[in-house]
């Protein structure tokens, strides 16, 4: 027969309630908060240098950008209603982030899987793929919002 191993000795639960008790009071509830505040600052300060990160080296961050600000320019000159413009920073705000998500997805597959992988290659068709579908969606949307106004303005141009 097997000897079994003696069980670990396992600490009473009072000296582990002792510890719960005491540990978050080991600081002053001002010390707490500023580090509470500057932890919370530098996750923004790390977010914004993922965005200056996705804009400087990410080609089609990039003309996504300047898409928006040209349709911004437009929706401006063409005095957009206040349920457009919502209708169109969401939209805005959706391509940017989901091309966001494919650079982080495609980072972390290169990091994981440097050489050729069908699973990376899976990966990182899946994350350009759902750009696609948000940057189609985009230009629905932008037809829907422009497609009377452009027609509009053909008709002005053509005389």
Request: with cysteine.
């Amino acid at each position: 027969m097997l000897a079994m191993p003696a069980p670990p000795e396992i600490e009473p639960v009072e000296a582990l309630l002792d510890d719960a008790r005491t540990y978050p009071r080991a600081r002053p509830r001002w010390q707490r908060a500023q580090r509470w505040t500057i932890s919370f600052a530098r996750s923004f300060g790390y977010a914004f240098a993922g965005i200056v990160q996705l804009i400087r080296l990410q080609r089609n961050a990039q003309v996504h950008l300047f898409v928006t600000i040209v349709i911004c320019a437009a929706s401006w000159a063409w005095g957009l209603s206040r349920i457009e413009w919502l209708i169109l920073v969401l939209t805005i705000v959706l391509v940017l982030a989901m091309e966001a998500i494919n650079t982080a997805v495609e980072a972390v597959v290169d990091l994981a899987s440097p050489e050729y992988h069908p699973l990376a290659k899976l990966a990182k068709d899946v994350a350009a793929g759902g750009v696609l579908l948000v940057a189609l969606g985009a230009v629905v949307i932008a037809l829907l919002l422009y497609g009377g106004r452009l027609l509009d303005l053909a008709q002005g141009l053509a005389g």
